[in-house]
Protein backbone atom coordinates (compact mmCIF):
# COMPACT_ATOMS: atom_id res chain seq x y z
CA UNK A 1 0.00 0.00 0.00
CA UNK A 2 2.74 2.11 0.86
CA UNK A 3 4.59 1.73 -2.10
CA UNK A 4 1.42 2.28 -4.36
CA UNK A 5 1.29 5.98 -3.03
CA UNK A 6 4.99 6.47 -3.43
CA UNK A 7 4.71 5.68 -6.73
CA UNK A 8 1.51 7.69 -7.73
CA UNK A 9 3.28 10.82 -6.29
CA UNK A 10 6.52 10.05 -8.68
CA UNK A 11 3.82 10.04 -11.39
CA UNK A 12 2.35 12.98 -10.81
CA UNK A 13 4.37 15.49 -8.94
CA UNK A 14 7.13 16.28 -11.91
CA UNK A 15 4.68 18.13 -13.56
CA UNK A 16 6.79 21.12 -13.12
CA UNK A 17 9.31 19.14 -15.73
CA UNK A 18 6.77 17.87 -18.05
CA UNK A 19 3.74 20.73 -18.41
CA UNK A 20 5.90 23.21 -20.72
CA UNK A 21 3.95 24.49 -23.16
CA UNK A 22 4.73 24.04 -26.85
CA UNK A 23 5.99 27.07 -28.01
CA UNK A 24 5.58 26.28 -31.94
CA UNK A 25 1.57 26.66 -31.17
CA UNK A 26 -0.25 29.73 -30.72
CA UNK A 27 0.05 29.46 -26.67
CA UNK A 28 -0.90 32.57 -24.23
CA UNK A 29 -1.03 32.09 -20.62
CA UNK A 30 -1.45 35.26 -19.75
CA UNK A 31 -4.44 36.82 -19.63
CA UNK A 32 -6.12 40.36 -18.73
CA UNK A 33 -10.06 40.99 -18.03
CA UNK A 34 -10.49 43.54 -20.58
CA UNK A 35 -8.72 43.93 -23.89
CA UNK A 36 -8.02 47.65 -23.78
CA UNK A 37 -7.60 50.04 -20.88
CA UNK A 38 -9.01 53.68 -19.62
CA UNK A 39 -5.29 55.36 -18.47
CA UNK A 40 -6.56 55.15 -14.31
CA UNK A 41 -8.11 51.48 -15.11
CA UNK A 42 -7.22 48.44 -13.01
CA UNK A 43 -5.95 45.72 -14.84
CA UNK A 44 -7.22 42.00 -13.48
CA UNK A 45 -4.46 39.84 -14.52
CA UNK A 46 -4.19 35.59 -14.69
CA UNK A 47 -1.24 33.66 -15.88
CA UNK A 48 -1.94 29.90 -16.79
CA UNK A 49 0.92 28.05 -15.55
CA UNK A 50 0.47 24.93 -14.58
CA UNK A 51 3.73 23.97 -13.54
CA UNK A 52 4.33 26.53 -11.23
CA UNK A 53 1.90 24.70 -8.99
CA UNK A 54 4.23 23.16 -7.31
CA UNK A 55 1.85 21.98 -4.20
CA UNK A 56 -1.27 20.88 -4.66
CA UNK A 57 -1.92 21.61 -1.32
CA UNK A 58 -0.47 25.25 -1.10
CA UNK A 59 -1.15 28.77 -2.68
CA UNK A 60 1.93 28.86 -4.78
CA UNK A 61 3.57 31.90 -6.31
CA UNK A 62 5.00 33.08 -9.47
CA UNK A 63 6.44 36.54 -10.65
CA UNK A 64 8.42 37.49 -7.16
CA UNK A 65 11.85 35.47 -7.89
CA UNK A 66 14.70 37.37 -9.50
CA UNK A 67 15.21 34.41 -11.82
CA UNK A 68 11.72 33.98 -13.26
CA UNK A 69 10.16 37.13 -12.43
CA UNK A 70 7.08 38.76 -13.90
CA UNK A 71 7.87 42.25 -15.01
CA UNK A 72 4.21 44.62 -15.74
CA UNK A 73 5.31 47.89 -17.46
CA UNK A 74 3.83 51.00 -18.94
CA UNK A 75 6.13 53.28 -21.86
CA UNK A 76 8.32 54.57 -18.97
CA UNK A 77 7.56 52.94 -15.99
CA UNK A 78 7.93 49.22 -14.59
CA UNK A 79 6.59 46.78 -11.42
CA UNK A 80 9.81 44.07 -11.64
CA UNK A 81 9.10 41.79 -9.89
CA UNK A 82 5.74 41.58 -9.95
CA UNK A 83 4.09 38.78 -7.27
CA UNK A 84 1.20 36.71 -8.57
CA UNK A 85 -0.38 34.15 -6.45
CA UNK A 86 -2.44 30.74 -7.21
CA UNK A 87 -6.30 31.37 -7.55
CA UNK A 88 -6.73 27.97 -5.14
CA UNK A 89 -4.67 25.47 -3.37
CA UNK A 90 -4.43 23.13 -7.02
CA UNK A 91 -5.49 25.25 -9.62
CA UNK A 92 -2.13 26.43 -11.46
CA UNK A 93 -3.75 29.48 -12.33
CA UNK A 94 -1.66 33.30 -10.64
CA UNK A 95 -3.41 36.05 -9.97
CA UNK A 96 -3.38 39.41 -9.49
CA UNK A 97 -4.23 42.94 -10.22
CA UNK A 98 -2.19 46.63 -10.44
CA UNK A 99 -3.99 50.21 -10.81
CA UNK A 100 -2.70 52.47 -13.79
CA UNK A 101 -2.01 55.49 -11.91
CA UNK A 102 -2.19 57.91 -15.70
CA UNK A 103 -0.50 61.29 -15.14
CA UNK A 104 -0.68 64.60 -14.00
CA UNK A 105 -3.40 65.96 -15.94
CA UNK A 106 -6.27 68.66 -15.40
CA UNK A 107 -9.86 66.26 -16.31
CA UNK A 108 -12.43 68.73 -15.50
CA UNK A 109 -10.75 72.43 -16.47
CA UNK A 110 -10.49 73.63 -12.94
CA UNK A 111 -6.97 74.20 -13.34
CA UNK A 112 -6.49 71.49 -10.50
CA UNK A 113 -4.51 68.15 -11.57
CA UNK A 114 -6.60 65.34 -10.58
CA UNK A 115 -4.61 62.26 -10.67
CA UNK A 116 -1.71 60.89 -8.33
CA UNK A 117 0.43 59.08 -10.56
CA UNK A 118 3.19 57.15 -8.63
CA UNK A 119 4.73 53.56 -9.69
CA UNK A 120 5.09 51.27 -6.72
CA UNK A 121 3.99 47.50 -5.49
CA UNK A 122 5.31 44.04 -5.57
CA UNK A 123 1.81 42.11 -5.84
CA UNK A 124 -0.08 40.53 -6.07
CA UNK A 125 -2.53 43.38 -5.31
CA UNK A 126 -1.00 46.29 -4.09
CA UNK A 127 0.39 47.22 -7.65
CA UNK A 128 0.37 51.26 -9.00
CA UNK A 129 1.62 52.13 -12.56
CA UNK A 130 1.98 54.87 -14.11
CA UNK A 131 0.64 55.28 -17.49
CA UNK A 132 0.18 57.43 -20.54
CA UNK A 133 -2.50 58.93 -22.72
CA UNK A 134 -1.55 56.47 -25.73
CA UNK A 135 0.41 53.79 -24.00
CA UNK A 136 0.86 49.74 -23.85
CA UNK A 137 0.87 47.97 -20.63
CA UNK A 138 3.48 44.68 -21.13
CA UNK A 139 3.14 41.72 -18.94
CA UNK A 140 6.12 39.66 -19.44
CA UNK A 141 6.80 36.56 -17.08
CA UNK A 142 10.16 34.29 -17.50
CA UNK A 143 8.00 31.08 -18.07
CA UNK A 144 11.16 28.93 -17.44
CA UNK A 145 15.27 29.14 -17.91
CA UNK A 146 15.50 31.31 -20.83
CA UNK A 147 11.58 31.55 -21.93
CA UNK A 148 9.44 34.70 -21.19
CA UNK A 149 6.06 35.19 -22.62
CA UNK A 150 4.42 38.60 -23.32
CA UNK A 151 1.11 39.77 -23.63
CA UNK A 152 0.38 43.97 -24.49
CA UNK A 153 -2.55 45.53 -24.09
CA UNK A 154 -3.15 49.05 -25.50
CA UNK A 155 -3.84 51.92 -22.92
CA UNK A 156 -5.97 55.13 -24.86
CA UNK A 157 -8.33 58.04 -24.00
CA UNK A 158 -11.88 58.09 -25.04
CA UNK A 159 -14.35 59.52 -26.63
CA UNK A 160 -17.24 60.50 -24.04
CA UNK A 161 -20.84 60.78 -24.27
CA UNK A 162 -23.78 62.33 -23.13
CA UNK A 163 -27.74 61.30 -23.22
CA UNK A 164 -30.87 62.17 -22.05
CA UNK A 165 -33.43 58.75 -20.86
CA UNK A 166 -36.06 59.88 -23.79
CA UNK A 167 -36.14 62.72 -26.45
CA UNK A 168 -39.44 63.63 -24.97
CA UNK A 169 -40.16 64.59 -21.38
CA UNK A 170 -43.11 66.47 -19.26
CA UNK A 171 -42.45 68.68 -16.63
CA UNK A 172 -43.09 66.09 -13.63
CA UNK A 173 -40.87 63.32 -15.33
CA UNK A 174 -37.54 62.63 -13.33
CA UNK A 175 -34.88 63.21 -15.74
CA UNK A 176 -32.11 60.72 -16.03
CA UNK A 177 -28.70 62.28 -17.95
CA UNK A 178 -25.97 59.83 -18.84
CA UNK A 179 -22.00 60.73 -19.24
CA UNK A 180 -20.08 57.68 -20.56
CA UNK A 181 -16.28 58.54 -20.77
CA UNK A 182 -14.06 55.74 -19.12
CA UNK A 183 -11.54 58.37 -18.66
CA UNK A 184 -13.16 59.91 -15.75
CA UNK A 185 -13.21 56.69 -13.41
CA UNK A 186 -10.05 58.15 -11.98
CA UNK A 187 -10.01 55.13 -9.08
CA UNK A 188 -10.78 52.07 -10.40
CA UNK A 189 -11.81 51.21 -6.33
CA UNK A 190 -14.08 54.12 -5.95
CA UNK A 191 -17.18 55.57 -7.20
CA UNK A 192 -15.80 58.80 -9.03
CA UNK A 193 -18.47 61.54 -10.27
CA UNK A 194 -18.53 64.54 -12.62
CA UNK A 195 -20.13 67.60 -13.33
CA UNK A 196 -22.83 68.21 -16.35
CA UNK A 197 -24.25 71.82 -17.34
CA UNK A 198 -27.84 71.81 -17.81
CA UNK A 199 -29.81 74.46 -18.91
CA UNK A 200 -33.17 75.39 -20.99
CA UNK A 201 -34.64 77.39 -23.83
CA UNK A 202 -36.55 79.34 -20.72
CA UNK A 203 -33.38 79.14 -17.91
CA UNK A 204 -29.98 79.38 -20.58
CA UNK A 205 -27.84 80.40 -17.49
CA UNK A 206 -28.73 76.78 -16.22
CA UNK A 207 -27.33 74.61 -13.75
CA UNK A 208 -24.30 72.33 -12.82
CA UNK A 209 -25.42 68.94 -11.55
CA UNK A 210 -22.97 65.74 -10.04
CA UNK A 211 -23.23 62.83 -12.55
CA UNK A 212 -22.14 59.50 -10.18
CA UNK A 213 -20.34 56.51 -11.68
CA UNK A 214 -22.64 53.61 -11.72
CA UNK A 215 -20.17 51.24 -10.23
CA UNK A 216 -16.37 51.42 -8.66
CA UNK A 217 -15.37 50.87 -12.19
CA UNK A 218 -17.86 51.77 -14.92
CA UNK A 219 -16.88 55.27 -16.51
CA UNK A 220 -20.41 55.59 -16.58
CA UNK A 221 -22.21 58.59 -14.76
CA UNK A 222 -25.71 59.42 -14.09
CA UNK A 223 -27.38 62.48 -12.70
CA UNK A 224 -30.99 62.60 -12.12
CA UNK A 225 -32.80 66.58 -12.42
CA UNK A 226 -36.37 67.50 -12.15
CA UNK A 227 -38.26 70.56 -13.85
CA UNK A 228 -40.26 72.96 -12.72
CA UNK A 229 -42.04 75.69 -14.39
CA UNK A 230 -42.95 77.49 -10.90
CA UNK A 231 -39.66 78.20 -9.58
CA UNK A 232 -36.37 78.96 -10.44
CA UNK A 233 -33.70 76.28 -11.15
CA UNK A 234 -31.60 75.39 -7.97
CA UNK A 235 -30.26 72.24 -6.73
CA UNK A 236 -31.13 69.45 -9.25
CA UNK A 237 -34.32 71.51 -10.29
CA UNK A 238 -34.02 73.16 -13.74
CA UNK A 239 -36.69 76.38 -14.91
CA UNK A 240 -38.25 74.93 -17.94
CA UNK A 241 -41.34 75.13 -19.55
CA UNK A 242 -43.80 73.10 -22.10
CA UNK A 243 -42.24 73.92 -25.86
CA UNK A 244 -39.03 73.66 -24.24
CA UNK A 245 -35.64 72.13 -24.93
CA UNK A 246 -33.59 71.24 -22.39
CA UNK A 247 -29.92 70.76 -22.83
CA UNK A 248 -27.18 68.58 -20.88
CA UNK A 249 -23.04 69.15 -22.03
CA UNK A 250 -20.19 68.34 -20.20
CA UNK A 251 -16.28 69.11 -21.54
CA UNK A 252 -14.31 66.33 -22.37
CA UNK A 253 -10.40 67.25 -21.00
CA UNK A 254 -9.49 63.54 -22.00
CA UNK A 255 -9.51 63.32 -25.88
CA UNK A 256 -7.94 60.87 -28.19
CA UNK A 257 -5.53 61.18 -30.76
CA UNK A 258 -5.83 63.54 -33.27
CA UNK A 259 -6.40 65.78 -30.06
CA UNK A 260 -3.55 67.01 -28.25
CA UNK A 261 -3.76 66.07 -24.51
CA UNK A 262 -4.22 69.71 -23.46
CA UNK A 263 -7.37 70.17 -25.73
CA UNK A 264 -10.96 69.80 -24.55
CA UNK A 265 -14.46 69.38 -26.32
CA UNK A 266 -18.05 69.60 -25.50
CA UNK A 267 -20.23 67.26 -25.78
CA UNK A 268 -24.29 68.11 -25.92
CA UNK A 269 -27.28 66.79 -26.24
CA UNK A 270 -31.07 67.84 -25.80
CA UNK A 271 -34.58 66.59 -25.34
CA UNK A 272 -37.69 68.46 -25.53
CA UNK A 273 -40.53 69.21 -23.38
CA UNK A 274 -44.14 68.49 -24.04
CA UNK A 275 -47.11 69.41 -22.23
CA UNK A 276 -48.44 67.04 -19.96
CA UNK A 277 -51.86 68.07 -20.68
CA UNK A 278 -53.20 66.29 -23.91
CA UNK A 279 -53.30 68.49 -27.36
CA UNK A 280 -56.69 68.51 -27.62
CA UNK A 281 -57.75 69.25 -23.97
CA UNK A 282 -55.16 72.59 -24.36
CA UNK A 283 -57.68 74.91 -25.40
CA UNK A 284 -61.43 75.19 -24.85
CA UNK A 285 -63.59 76.83 -27.60
CA UNK A 286 -67.16 78.06 -26.53
CA UNK A 287 -69.65 77.65 -29.17
CA UNK A 288 -70.21 80.77 -31.98
CA UNK A 289 -73.08 82.84 -32.22
CA UNK A 290 -74.05 85.90 -34.23
CA UNK A 291 -74.19 89.43 -33.21
CA UNK A 292 -75.04 93.03 -34.62
CA UNK A 293 -72.65 95.51 -34.94
CA UNK A 294 -72.55 96.44 -31.06
CA UNK A 295 -72.40 92.63 -30.16
CA UNK A 296 -76.17 91.81 -29.61
CA UNK A 297 -76.68 88.65 -30.02
CA UNK A 298 -79.35 88.44 -33.38
CA UNK A 299 -81.65 85.60 -34.25
CA UNK A 300 -82.55 86.22 -37.88
CA UNK A 301 -79.69 86.53 -40.85
CA UNK A 302 -80.45 88.36 -43.46
CA UNK A 303 -78.03 88.17 -46.81
CA UNK A 304 -76.01 91.71 -47.38
CA UNK A 305 -76.43 92.70 -43.84
CA UNK A 306 -72.67 92.25 -42.00
CA UNK A 307 -72.64 90.17 -38.95
CA UNK A 308 -70.20 89.36 -36.31
CA UNK A 309 -69.31 85.63 -35.53
CA UNK A 310 -68.43 85.73 -32.01
CA UNK A 311 -66.45 83.31 -29.98
CA UNK A 312 -64.35 82.97 -26.94
CA UNK A 313 -61.26 80.45 -26.21
CA UNK A 314 -59.83 79.42 -22.95
CA UNK A 315 -56.39 78.18 -22.48
CA UNK A 316 -56.71 75.26 -19.72
CA UNK A 317 -53.50 74.99 -19.20
CA UNK A 318 -51.04 76.96 -16.95
CA UNK A 319 -48.55 78.19 -19.47
CA UNK A 320 -48.76 80.60 -22.60
CA UNK A 321 -49.44 78.69 -25.74
CA UNK A 322 -49.50 79.79 -29.53
CA UNK A 323 -52.88 79.37 -30.96
CA UNK A 324 -54.42 80.16 -34.69
CA UNK A 325 -58.60 80.08 -34.30
CA UNK A 326 -59.16 79.48 -38.16
CA UNK A 327 -62.97 80.37 -39.27
CA UNK A 328 -64.11 78.32 -42.45
CA UNK A 329 -67.98 78.82 -44.06
CA UNK A 330 -69.25 76.61 -46.76
CA UNK A 331 -72.28 76.97 -49.03
CA UNK A 332 -75.02 74.43 -49.39
CA UNK A 333 -73.53 72.98 -52.09
CA UNK A 334 -70.00 72.05 -49.93
CA UNK A 335 -67.99 75.38 -51.48
CA UNK A 336 -65.91 77.07 -49.20
CA UNK A 337 -67.53 80.83 -49.37
CA UNK A 338 -65.31 82.44 -46.88
CA UNK A 339 -62.02 81.99 -44.76
CA UNK A 340 -60.62 83.66 -42.17
CA UNK A 341 -58.01 83.24 -38.74
CA UNK A 342 -56.72 85.00 -35.86
CA UNK A 343 -53.37 84.38 -34.68
CA UNK A 344 -52.03 84.61 -30.96
CA UNK A 345 -51.19 84.04 -27.57
CA UNK A 346 -52.76 83.21 -24.83
CA UNK A 347 -51.36 83.57 -21.40
CA UNK A 348 -52.08 81.69 -18.54
CA UNK A 349 -55.94 80.08 -18.08
CA UNK A 350 -57.02 83.02 -20.13
CA UNK A 351 -60.31 83.90 -22.33
CA UNK A 352 -60.06 85.32 -25.20
CA UNK A 353 -63.19 86.73 -27.27
CA UNK A 354 -63.19 86.50 -30.90
CA UNK A 355 -64.82 88.08 -33.45
CA UNK A 356 -65.02 88.58 -37.54
CA UNK A 357 -67.11 90.08 -39.58
CA UNK A 358 -68.98 88.50 -42.72
CA UNK A 359 -71.47 89.10 -45.22
CA UNK A 360 -73.46 86.51 -46.68
CA UNK A 361 -74.14 87.00 -50.27
CA UNK A 362 -76.98 85.52 -50.87
CA UNK A 363 -79.50 83.05 -48.72
CA UNK A 364 -78.68 79.88 -48.25
CA UNK A 365 -78.01 77.05 -45.85
CA UNK A 366 -74.38 78.08 -44.68
CA UNK A 367 -72.09 75.74 -42.28
CA UNK A 368 -69.58 77.81 -40.17
CA UNK A 369 -66.65 75.56 -38.88
CA UNK A 370 -63.91 76.61 -36.56
CA UNK A 371 -60.50 74.91 -36.14
CA UNK A 372 -57.71 76.07 -33.47
CA UNK A 373 -54.43 74.71 -33.67
CA UNK A 374 -51.08 75.73 -32.33
CA UNK A 375 -49.20 77.09 -35.39
CA UNK A 376 -50.45 77.04 -39.38
CA UNK A 377 -46.92 75.12 -39.47
CA UNK A 378 -47.42 72.14 -37.37
CA UNK A 379 -51.46 72.12 -37.45
CA UNK A 380 -51.04 70.10 -34.16
CA UNK A 381 -55.59 70.76 -33.31
CA UNK A 382 -55.20 71.90 -29.82
CA UNK A 383 -59.30 71.61 -29.36
CA UNK A 384 -61.86 69.21 -31.18
CA UNK A 385 -63.30 71.50 -34.40
CA UNK A 386 -67.27 72.69 -33.92
CA UNK A 387 -69.66 73.01 -37.06
CA UNK A 388 -72.49 75.10 -36.67
CA UNK A 389 -75.71 75.86 -39.42
CA UNK A 390 -76.65 78.87 -40.21
CA UNK A 391 -79.65 79.96 -42.26
CA UNK A 392 -79.66 82.76 -43.87
CA UNK A 393 -83.06 84.35 -45.31
CA1 LIG B 1 -0.65 24.91 -5.37
CA1 LIG C 1 -9.30 69.32 -12.03
CA1 LIG D 1 -14.29 54.76 -10.22
CA1 LIG E 1 -12.56 61.38 -22.65
Known amino acids: MYLILVGLFLIFSPAYAESIPDYDKPYAPIFT???????????????????????????????????????????EYSLKPYRLTETNSNSGI????????????????????????????????????????????????????????????????????????????????????????????????????????????????????????TSERSGDFISTITLSADSSSSGNRLYAVPGDAIFAKYDDHTLPKPFSKSDNQYVETF???????????????????LSDGFGNPITEYLANIQMQIVGSIENKINYDQEFIYFFQIKNSDGIVTSISWIQGQLSPNQILDISQSWVPEKPDSYILETYVWNSLTELMPMSPPTSTIIIVN
Open 94 to 213: FSGEIILTGFLHDVDGDGIFDTNPRTTGNGPTNGFLQSDRDDSISISFEFADGVTLVESIPVSWNHGTIQFSKDTFVLNDSIQIRVIDSDLNLNPEMIDSTTIEVFSDSDVGGLLVNAME
Open 271 to 289: AKIDHSALALDRIHVSPVF
Open 33 to 75: DKSVYSWTDKIIISVMAPSWNSNPNQINSIGHLESHSIKISSG
